[in-house]
């Protein structure tokens, strides 16, 4: 016999829409909701040298060091040196407005940034203060962090961001400290679904836009090494499929990309096949989340 977990049983949704998703009546009669999401954290990541007990474990080569680490902070710096212009062009040229997920602290050393990116049509929302899970974060410091984030982009931008995205594992209160907060439209903290859905929050609706970790170029870094063909052909053929199933269920799509990843010259051609693929495909609503949640809340209005 099992033995009863230590903490509660979380009341998780393993049903879903149950194979009836509603029709969410894209613009245009798309059949594909994209969310295109460039993850902005270069500034927020953990550095010895800037006095953090770890540096960052996560990028380019496999060598951690317990001290100052300038080999790490050098390649963030190179999202914010080299990266960003490099994609905001192509984001241009393509004429499409993403979702700039930006950590406040991130955002408070390059505002310039920023302001770039609303200046050029773009949501910014938040991921944070610091590119961290909030796992285990004692509840009144949580608070904090979310106060912090939003008080960081609104004074750079002039805007206060309405999203929200957790680096990884959110804790049990961080949806409910967003609601409390009261000027958030949706979070991303789930990766459960090809459709926003709504759950209650402390007796309030809330809406949540699932993410994904799959069509995301993360992957160039977990260990396969993805060259920038690999990258493209994984997004096509995912929304191919899901243009597939538009026809009569139509869904949305996350495309995640990171300044310091799919800005560099080797894999900037795999995000540049992806929008021409997706642009000219003319069946796809291309927006950044704030839009599609806008949309969502329009089309579905609270009863």
């Known amino acids: 016999m099992n033995a009863e977990p230590k903490h509660p049983v979380s009341q998780r949704d393993l049903a879903g829409y149950r194979g009836a998703p509603p029709n969410p009546r894209w613009p245009d009669g798309a059949r594909v909701a994209v969310s295109l999401v460039l993850n902005f ?12 007990a770890v540096n960052e474990a996560i990028y380019e080569v496999n060598h951690r060091l317990d001290g100052p680490d300038p080999c790490i902070e050098s390649h963030f710096e190179y999202g914010t040196r080299a990266a960003w212009w490099r994609i905001m062009d192509l984001f241009d040229s393509y004429g499409v407005k993403v979702t700039v997920s930006s950590c406040g602290r991130a955002v408070e050393r390059s505002p310039d940034l920023a302001r770039d990116a609303v200046a050029r049509g773009h949501e910014v929302s938040a991921h944070g203060w610091r590119w961290q899970s909030h796992a285990g974060m004692d509840e009144a410091d949580e608070r904090r962090v979310i106060a912090r984030t939003v008080v960081a982009i609104e004074q750079a931008t002039g805007q206060r961001p309405v999203g929200w995205h957790t680096r990884s594992a959110s804790s049990q209160n961080t949806r409910r ?16 679904d090809d459709l926003p859905y709504h759950v209650s929050v402390a007796g309030r609706r809330h809406l949540v836009l699932p993410y994904a970790f799959d069509t995301n170029d993360m992957q160039y870094t977990n260990g396969s090494r993805f060259r920038g063909a690999d990258f493209a052909d994984y997004v096509i053929d995912a929304f191919d499929w899901l243009v597939r199933e538009g026809e009569t269920a139509p869904k949305m799509m996350s495309i995640g990309l990171h300044l310091r990843i799919v800005g560099r010259p080797g894999r900037i051609g795999a995000l540049d096949r992806i929008l021409s693929h997706v642009t000219s495909s003319g069946v796809a609503f291309i927006a950044p989340r704030v839009a599609i949640a806008k949309h969502w809340l329009t089309t579905f209005p609270a009863t």
Not at 45 to 51: P, T, Y
Not at 177 to 192: C, I, K, P, R, W
């Open 41 to 52: 954290e270069e500034g927020g990541e953990f550095s010895v040298s800037e006095g953090d």
């Open 177 to 192: 400290l967003l609601v409390e907060e009261g000027g958030f439209l949706y979070d991303s903290d789930a990766y459960n």
